[in-house]
């Protein structure tokens, strides 16, 4: 079956998902107790602002749960 969708309903669509990856993001940072949140007014330093101290370990954090998260889709 192909994709009938039209290009409104995929943007929409793209867009629901962008938003489902920053919240989750947000709350990944907010349970291991980091200072994270969501940019507001189409930031152009990006979607997520995370606080100078806990930069090093968000990044570590994201790019532990990325490899775990790929790992799990492989099996």
């Known amino acids: 079956m192909t994709d009938t969708r039209s290009s409104g309903r995929k943007t929409i669509d ?3 998902k962008h938003e489902d990856m ?3 993001a947000v709350k990944l940072g907010a349970k291991n107790g980091l200072k994270v949140e969501a940019t507001t007014e189409n930031d152009s330093r990006g ?8 930069s090093k370990k968000y990044l570590d954090l994201l790019g532990d749960t990325i490899d775990k998260n ?3 889709r492989n099996k």
């Not at 979607?47 to 806990?54: G, L, P």
């Open 14 to 16: 793209s867009y629901i």
């Open 22 to 24: 920053v919240d989750n």
């Open 47 to 54: 979607d997520i602002k995370v606080a100078k101290e806990d």
């Open 70 to 72: 790929q790992a799990r």
